[in-house]
């Protein structure tokens, strides 16, 4: 499929078209970031009520900009097509749920859920109540919120507990600081819920959307839905890493249609829309706990291994073309954090992963391209960093797994030094 053009849409657009869209980009941007202070501003606020506010912005900008670029293939995402939706309305043919049909907020805790949300938590009092309250507020859908509290310092797990006391859907996992990885397995391994979804404790849902995802997996009988995601800026971080995040979590394409995992990968990464982040999928908890689809313990990019052991798995995924996802971007974050070893060690396990659970599956020629693209994709993350590594972080990472598959690629990623 052709590469992203700069052109417009429609071709022929001249020069000073196109400057004038970029002025309207600055200008989006600077309404984005104002209202994200505002809003900030609201001591009463709650996810569920800031999710309107926030979310056309992003989407504005997104619409702006693609109206710069013109996409080679199949269903791409226009602007227009990306706002707030009824689940069940069809999108170049496709149902799109955004926001459930109207219904009511039951607080009661049945044994059996329709979805299990699991909430890992580590020092994030800051931002739980906006997180939990944009769970708790969904409609049409019984849900279980779990929250592994794993070993913070600040009043994090006092939050969790007031939550806890007021809405018997919430349950708290407490253990010792661990990462989110064991936090998320604790979570899978406690999930009553027939769907599983993930949650990162500084993030929310902008709108009441879960009933609709529910619904769309369950008529559809899938194994995996997936789902886009906004991000926004909350601090001052980096100008590259906000410039990398900013439209990251947004597919340029619908993928509506039902197909096999290994085949969405290939669509997606076709389009260069793969997206490894956790929290854009929703997955039957039967099919996950069958699949053995696991997070690697203590390490960082570890979503990496887990989503695409999902997806390989997957008889039945779809795609739905909506932003579900509020993906805050701040100081002190993983991803705005991330030191060099912890990076190459986790590429470096998680590509090790990879390779290993492509090992004796057959694919079309087609498919195996792109997925050999997403693998390596990994191992190059690696290779891009470790060239900083000192001598004695270097043999930590060759500790981390003495495999002989392992240490084939340690020698492989350990050439990139001298590069």
């Not at 407490?174 to 979804?197: C, E, H, K, M």
């Not at 956790?278 to 039957?284: E, K, L, S």
């Given at each position: 499929m052709p590469e992203t053009s700069t052109s417009d849409t429609?071709?022929?657009?001249?020069?000073?078209?196109?400057?004038?869209?970029?002025?309207?980009?600055?200008?989006?941007?600077?309404?984005?970031?104002?209202?994200?202070?505002?809003?900030?501003?609201?001591?009463?606020?709650?996810?569920?009520?800031?999710?309107?506010?926030?979310?056309?912005?992003?989407?504005?900008?997104?619409?702006?900009?693609?109206?710069?670029?013109?996409?080679?293939?199949?269903?791409?995402?226009?602007?227009?097509?990306?706002?707030?939706?009824?689940?069940?309305?069809?999108?170049?043919?496709?149902?799109?749920?955004?926001?459930?049909?109207?219904?009511?907020v039951s607080t009661v805790r049945v044994a059996e859920p329709d979805v299990s949300v699991v909430v890992p938590v580590h020092n994030s009092e800051a931002w739980l109540d906006d997180c939990l309250s944009s769970v708790l507020a969904q409609t049409g859908?019984?849900?279980?919120?779990?929250?592994?509290?794993?070993?913070?310092?600040?009043?994090?797990?006092?939050?969790?507990?007031?939550?806890?006391?007021?809405?018997?859907?919430?349950?708290?996992?407490?253990?010792?600081?661990?990462?989110?990885?064991?936090?998320r397995n604790a979570g899978l391994d406690a999930a009553a819920g027939r769907y599983l979804i993930y949650l990162d404790s500084d993030d929310f849902w902008p709108d009441d959307t879960l009933a609709g995802l529910v619904r769309r997996a369950d008529e559809q009988n899938l194994d995996v839905l997936m789902f886009d995601c906004y991000a926004f800026l909350d601090g001052t971080v980096a100008a590259a890493t906000w410039k990398r995040y900013s439209t990251y979590y947004q597919r340029a394409h619908a993928y509506g249609e039902v197909r096999p995992g290994p085949q969405m990968i290939a669509d997606m990464r076709r389009n260069r829309d793969y997206r490894p982040h956790v929290g854009m999928y929703i997955a039957r908890t039967a099919f996950v706990r069958?699949?053995?689809?696991?997070?690697?313990?203590?390490?960082?990019?570890?979503?990496?291994?887990?989503?695409?052991?999902?997806?390989?798995?997957?008889?039945?995924?779809?795609?739905?073309?909506?932003?579900?996802?509020?993906?805050?971007?701040?100081?002190?974050?993983?991803?705005?954090?991330?030191?060099?070893?912890?990076?190459?060690?986790?590429?470096?396990?998680?590509y090790v992963a990879m390779v290993r659970e492509i090992q004796g599956r057959e694919f079309t020629p087609e498919v195996t391209d792109m997925i050999a693209e997403v693998v390596y994709g990994v191992f190059d993350g690696a290779s891009k960093k470790v060239a900083s590594l000192t001598p004695s972080e270097l043999a930590e990472v060759k500790a981390l797994d003495g495999r002989?598959?392992?240490q084939l690629a340690f020698f492989a990623l350990k050439k990139f030094r001298s590069r």
């Amino acid at each position: 499929m052709p590469e992203t053009s700069t052109s417009d849409t429609g071709g022929n657009a001249p020069d000073s078209r196109i400057d004038r869209l970029e002025q309207e980009l600055d200008v989006v941007r600077a309404q984005r970031d104002a209202a994200r202070r505002q809003v900030r501003a609201l001591e009463s606020s709650t996810a569920y009520r800031i999710g309107g506010k926030a979310a056309w912005l992003p989407r504005k900008l997104r619409g702006l900009r693609r109206r710069l670029t013109s996409r080679g293939e199949g269903a791409p995402v226009s602007g227009s097509q990306r706002g707030p939706q009824v689940a069940g309305e069809s999108v170049s043919g496709q149902p799109t749920p955004f926001r459930a049909v109207p219904g009511t907020v039951s607080t009661v805790r049945v044994a059996e859920p329709d979805v299990s949300v699991v909430v890992p938590v580590h020092n994030s009092e800051a931002w739980l109540d906006d997180c939990l309250s944009s769970v708790l507020a969904q409609t049409g859908v019984t849900l279980e919120v779990i929250c592994i509290n794993d070993g913070s310092t600040d009043d994090s797990r006092a939050v969790l507990q007031r939550f806890a006391d007021q809405d018997p859907r919430v349950s708290i996992i407490d253990q010792p600081n661990q990462g989110q990885s064991v936090g998320r397995n604790a979570g899978l391994d406690a999930a009553a819920g027939r769907y599983l979804i993930y949650l990162d404790s500084d993030d929310f849902w902008p709108d009441d959307t879960l009933a609709g995802l529910v619904r769309r997996a369950d008529e559809q009988n899938l194994d995996v839905l997936m789902f886009d995601c906004y991000a926004f800026l909350d601090g001052t971080v980096a100008a590259a890493t906000w410039k990398r995040y900013s439209t990251y979590y947004q597919r340029a394409h619908a993928y509506g249609e039902v197909r096999p995992g290994p085949q969405m990968i290939a669509d997606m990464r076709r389009n260069r829309d793969y997206r490894p982040h956790v929290g854009m999928y929703i997955a039957r908890t039967a099919f996950v706990r069958d699949s053995a689809s696991r997070f690697i313990p203590g390490i960082i990019h570890q979503d990496n291994p887990y989503t695409f052991a999902l997806l390989l798995n997957a008889e039945r995924v779809a795609h739905t073309d909506a932003d579900i996802y509020a993906r805050r971007i701040r100081p002190g974050s993983t991803i705005t954090t991330l030191h060099d070893a912890r990076s190459v060690g986790g590429y470096f396990l998680s590509y090790v992963a990879m390779v290993r659970e492509i090992q004796g599956r057959e694919f079309t020629p087609e498919v195996t391209d792109m997925i050999a693209e997403v693998v390596y994709g990994v191992f190059d993350g690696a290779s891009k960093k470790v060239a900083s590594l000192t001598p004695s972080e270097l043999a930590e990472v060759k500790a981390l797994d003495g495999r002989p598959d392992a240490q084939l690629a340690f020698f492989a990623l350990k050439k990139f030094r001298s590069r």
